[in-house]
């Protein structure tokens, strides 16, 4: 065993070597899938400058291994686009892509907080592509069904979203959307998310960012009242997180613009480049659009976290300290101590039953770390992670991106090129003030990565496979695992809980001040739940028979 | 209002659709791939489709669905798919260790136009295929048919792949239950075990996708039709079908096949409906029908009567499949219930031929569409409110917004447990259903009633 590694001990008090845990994990695996595994399969170790071992991420799923991605439409329409309640959104292919995409990611919307009251995310919109279409081509009847949803509900915008036949018979929806968009005088744009493209959702993430920042950011130059304007992105509103933000950045006194993109609305988009500052939640999906916006607008952006109540505070003391208003630091320090006051009570009443209880993480491309801020906070230790389609720079930290190699998925997917705006530029900082921040330890247009952050010695694995799941499980026993639905039941017939980390199994919110205290009081119920003691029948554990003779009564 | 944007006013559309009442053929293709004991499904195309049908699958039955995918990149989609699926069978028996590999395909490698015997045939020669395991496949391009068709098209593909003529006829007969719930296959080995009769049932998903809590995941759960009982089905003397869409195309290819003749009938929903299934089991097996189906008969009969007063005259719409929704009207109509909206999002032009004669007696105008959408549904119930609902969950949208009582039957049914453990079909599945109408209506009646007219008896 590796000095260096911490030993982990597992219920029988046994050490758990991870090193000997990632040999049985690829022992079984055919040679060349246990070589690219295993650069995919690393044990933390945090250097003297804070630098961790490289990750190999962001590569092709093995075909046949069981994963748990999804594909390129999937983070497009599902994760990014999903959540804006105004924009018809049509899935331009066969109906099944249409399908599963509706309403099953939970995004919640405020549908009055618009003044026209537009709600179409409980409607799902497809061209229901039959075998003609794909023969003849299906710019037709994509055309007519644009028409169709133009008549019959009238929105503000409508979207198209390519699936994987779309891009194989050569369907242009760029070019029917733009014809569209002149005869209907209503914003209507193309997405080329095809399932195949990229290597996972992550490539649906950077097609639907270019194509929101090309098509609708800077479309609105009204400046909208309120002191410190801000944009939050990658925010989904998964069960209300964002509508507890919203509360504490009011209660702060901070304005919100937009947010890209839980209860969102294709207004608050179109102005969104009016803000002073781009807060980024979830770094994987929408660094895109920050960096974006910095570069045309002169907006800069923060790396902030609303996952963790201890991470709220730190997230709200960095953005008054960028705005460095006394004003807006003291009452963010008053908010946090009212705030704090319930959430250190519920630490309290749990804490005696989840301390030194264990969790392991898989789960999205921010998930995975900014949830073991929760689980820390309730005592427990995450023993395992990884991300499910983050790329190095999220395990890592953007100090490795001059260093990631751009394979030939990657350049498939469009990296726009951005200029600052003749008229919209204005930068919001001075670079010496930037400088400033920066060495304040603000983080400004940084992200350290989850790997830093966590032990030394545990074990991180990228797009990990139903059987390495499983191994993991049968190895550390660890008390509660973390992923999506398709890994759940799984996990659970082993008899070991786990917490949905996509759509927090219909709960929520875990954002914020609340949310955490609802997270604390959900996961003491899951590893301290008394049903896994059930398994086991009590003519298991008494297996003797009994009887009587007929005299002795 | 959840859907707001819903009018009244029925708009022609011919190119939009909306809020679908069908889904893919490959999710039919892999649950159907799951009633095959020790079957590993595997879904040849983008990684997205798997990942979809799984999340479908298992938020409907709470249960864990394994599937593998040719994950298909860019490159797979130029240069064909074959390279990724020979590695993935190579993978899959290698790393998960399934007896058969069942694959589907998608849209997209449907589109490319790889061909899968040929791929298949090649992991064999290149040795990735161990001796004694099996990879079979069916055709399910998404955009021909519906989820439907793909269950259809896998059920076949388990005819063809599997199912041997050794010249002698057993007396045992083969049953194809369609797409239905692991507790309704369940009920109809049950319904036929009563009579002494031990069929080869498949596909049959029961104690796959509604298997209990062991504090041990097994990869492949203990049910499932067996490859050694599709070998013999060959020589079955008889196939019975049940449900023509999704259970009759294995059935017709058996009778080509082997020369085993096929009986299709309609799924055993309610009374009538499974009196001809019954009736016919009993013809084909030579047996008499036995007391206990009697009995279980004369219960729903009496269920029927006791409480037809509230059952008469109500209005119904109803959205799902067509095998279901033809047995589920047959059923409504024999208590005298009034089917008023029906819409299935399969097309086929037999479907409303077979609902009108169903309703032909009904006094009331039926409206009826194959290859509609819950968008239209919704539009009809505006025009034309109903007293109670039939269908999956998408359906609690308009449940909601029109203060209509609904129940879950179809699927997906992603909101509620219960589906894949007690059965509809059969006499004792039509007591359920009926249980399942009766409390929607009277938890109805007793929300609404006038506190001087509320009942204590009903």
Redo the contacts between chains.
């Keep these: 065993m590796s000095d260096y590694i911490e030993g982990i001990m597992d219920t029988e008090c046994e050490v758990i070597d991870p090193v000997e845990v990632k040999e049985e994990m690829i022992v079984?695996?055919?040679t060349k899938?246990a070589r690219k595994r295993a650069k995919q399969i690393v044990l933390n170790r945090i250097g003297e400058e804070g630098e961790v071992p490289p990750i190999q991420a962001n590569v092709?799923?093995?075909?046949?291994?069981?994963?748990?991605?999804?594909?390129?439409?999937?983070g497009c329409k599902g994760v990014v686009l999903g959540p804006t309640r105004d924009i018809v959104n049509?899935t331009h292919?066969?109906?099944?892509?249409?399908?599963?995409?509706?309403?099953?990611r939970r995004n919640q919307t405020d549908?009055d907080a618009s003044p026209d009251?537009?709600?179409?995310m409980?409607?799902?919109?497809?061209?229901?592509?039959?075998?003609g279409?794909?023969i003849f081509g299906g710019e037709k009847?994509?055309?007519?069904?644009i028409?169709?949803?133009y008549?019959?509900?009238k929105p503000k915008a409508i979207a198209v979203f390519s699936?994987?036949?779309v891009?194989?018979?050569g369907d242009d929806v760029h070019s029917t959307a733009r014809e569209m968009k002149k005869k209907l005088g209503i914003n209507v744009f193309g997405f080329s998310c095809?399932?195949?493209?990229?290597?996972?959702?992550s490539a649906g993430h950077h097609i639907a960012n270019n194509g929101i920042f090309t098509h609708v950011v800077g479309t609105d130059d009204t400046v909208g009242a309120g002191e410190y304007r801000m944009n939050l992105l990658g925010e989904y509103n998964i069960g209300g997180d964002a509508f507890e933000i919203e509360r504490i950045f009011e209660k702060c006194g901070m304005t919100l613009v937009s947010t890209f993109s839980g209860n969102s609305s294709i207004d608050g988009f179109a102005n969104s480049h009016t803000a002073d500052l781009n807060l980024i939640m979830c770094h994987r999906s929408i660094n895109y659009v920050a960096e974006m916006m910095e570069k045309k607008f002169g907006i800069p952006w923060l790396k902030i976290n609303f996952i963790g109540a201890e991470a709220t505070a730190k997230s709200l003391r960095k953005i008054a300290a960028y705005y460095g208003d006394q004003k807006l630091m003291d009452r963010v320090e008053a908010v946090i101590e009212e705030e704090m006051l319930p959430v250190k009570a519920a630490q309290r009443e749990v804490r005696p039953r989840t301390a030194g209880k264990r969790a392991m993480l898989f789960v999205g491309g921010s998930r995975a770390h900014h949830y073991q801020e929760l689980f820390s906070e309730m005592g427990m230790e995450t023993v395992s992670a990884g991300y499910e389609f983050g790329h190095r720079d999220d395990y890592e930290g953007r100090k490795v991106l001059p260093s990631i190699k751009i394979d030939?998925?990657s350049r498939?997917i469009e990296e726009l090129e951005i200029h600052p705006d003749p008229e919209r530029y204005r930068p919001r900082k001075r670079p010496e003030e930037i400088e400033k921040l920066k060495a304040a330890g603000l983080g400004v247009a940084d992200y350290e990565g989850m790997m830093p952050e966590m032990k030394e010695g545990v074990m991180i694995i990228d797009d990990i496979?139903?059987?390495e799941t499983?191994k993991l499980i049968e190895i550390y026993k660890p008390d509660i695992f973390c992923a999506?639905?398709?890994e759940?039941?799984?996990?659970?017939?082993?008899?070991i809980p786990l917490k949905q980390l996509h759509s927090y199994d219909y709960g929520g919110p875990y954002a914020g001040f609340a949310g955490a205290v609802n997270f604390y009081k959900e996961i003491d119920r899951m590893v301290n739940s008394k049903i896994?003691g059930y398994?086991?029948a009590p003519w298991k554990e008494h297996p003797e028979l009994s009887g009587s003779y007929a005299f002795e009564s | 209002m959840?859907?707001?944007?819903t009018t009244a006013a029925v708009?022609e559309?011919?190119?939009?659709?909306?809020?679908?009442a069908?889904?893919?053929?490959?999710?039919g293709a892999m649950y159907a791939a799951l009633g095959l004991n020790g079957c590993l499904p595997?879904s040849h195309?983008?990684?997205?489709?798997c990942?979809?049908?799984?999340?479908?699958l298992?938020?409907h039955y709470?249960?864990?669905?394994?599937?593998?995918?040719?994950?298909?990149?860019?490159?797979?989609?130029v240069f064909g798919g074959q390279a990724?699926?020979v590695?993935?069978?190579?993978?899959?028996f290698?790393?998960?260790e399934p007896e058969v590999i069942a694959v589907h395909t998608?849209?997209?490698s449907e589109?490319?136009g790889d061909d899968l015997p040929q791929i298949i045939s090649k992991a064999r020669d290149d040795g990735k295929i161990p001796a004694r395991k099996f990879v079979i496949h069916a055709n399910t391009?998404?955009?021909?048919g519906?989820h439907v068709t793909g269950y259809a098209n896998m059920a076949k593909a388990m005819v063809d792949y599997f199912a041997e003529k050794n010249g002698v006829r057993s007396r045992a007969v083969n049953i194809v239950p369609g797409f239905v719930e692991p507790s309704d296959m369940a009920e109809i080995r049950r319904i036929a075990g009563e009579m002494g009769i031990t069929p080869i049932l498949f596909p049959d998903t029961s104690n796959v996708l509604n298997?209990p809590?062991?504090?041990?995941?097994?990869m492949y759960p203990e049910g499932g039709v067996t490859v050694s009982e599709l070998t013999r089905s060959g020589s079955s003397k008889a196939t019975v079908a049940l449900g023509r869409l999704a259970a009759g195309p294995a059935a017709r290819a058996m009778d080509v096949k082997c020369k085993v003749p096929c009986h299709i009938l309609d799924l055993p929903v309610g009374l009538k409906k499974t009196d001809e299934f019954v009736d016919v089991l009993r013809q084909l097996a030579g047996v008499q029908v036995p007391d206990s189906l009697e009995v279980e008969r004369g219960q729903l009969l009496d269920v029927i009567s006791d409480m037809h007063q509230y059952l008469h005259g109500v209005k119904v719409g109803i959205v799902g499949d067509p095998d279901q929704l033809i047995a589920l009207t047959d059923f409504l109509v024999s208590v005298d219930m009034i089917p008023v909206h029906i819409v299935t999002?399969t097309p086929g032009k037999k479907f409303e031929k077979r609902i009108r004669e169903i309703v032909k007696d009904v006094p009331h105008r039926v409206n009826v569409s194959a290859g509609g959408d819950m968008?239209l549904f919704h539009q009809w119930v505006k025009n034309e409110p109903v007293d109670l609902m039939i269908g999956n969950t998408?359906l609690k949208?308009i449940a909601r917004d029109e203060d209509i009582p609904l129940l879950r039957y179809g699927f997906p049914i992603l909101d509620r447990v219960g589906h894949s453990y007690f059965p509809t079909v059969g006499y004792r599945g039509g007591i359920r259903l009926l249980e399942k109408i009766l409390d929607a209506l009277l938890d109805r009646k007793d929300r609404d009633s006038p506190e001087s007219g509320f009942e204590l008896v009903m």
């Design positions: 079984r695996y055919p899938v092709r799923t093995i075909p046949g291994i069981i994963t748990q991605r999804g594909c390129c439409y999937a049509i292919g066969p109906i099944g892509c249409g399908f599963y995409s509706w309403l099953t549908a009251g537009h709600n179409f409980p409607y799902c919109f497809s061209t229901d592509m039959q075998e279409e794909i009847k994509l055309k007519q069904a028409q169709e949803a008549d019959i509900f699936t994987c036949p891009g194989l018979i095809e399932g195949y493209k990229g290597v996972s959702q030939a998925d498939n496979s139903q059987y499983d999506g639905i398709k759940k039941y799984a996990v659970q017939k082993h008899g896994w398994i086991r | 959840l859907l707001r944007h708009a559309r011919s190119a939009l659709t909306v809020n679908p069908k889904t893919c053929q490959p999710i595997h195309g983008s990684q997205g489709c990942a979809y049908h799984r999340s479908t298992t938020r709470k249960e864990p669905v394994m599937a593998g995918t040719s994950s298909f990149t860019e490159g797979a989609s990724n699926l590695q993935a069978i190579n993978n899959m290698t790393i998960y998608t849209c997209l589109t490319i391009p998404s955009y021909v519906t298997g809590l062991t504090g041990k995941f097994a999002g968008f998408y949208y």
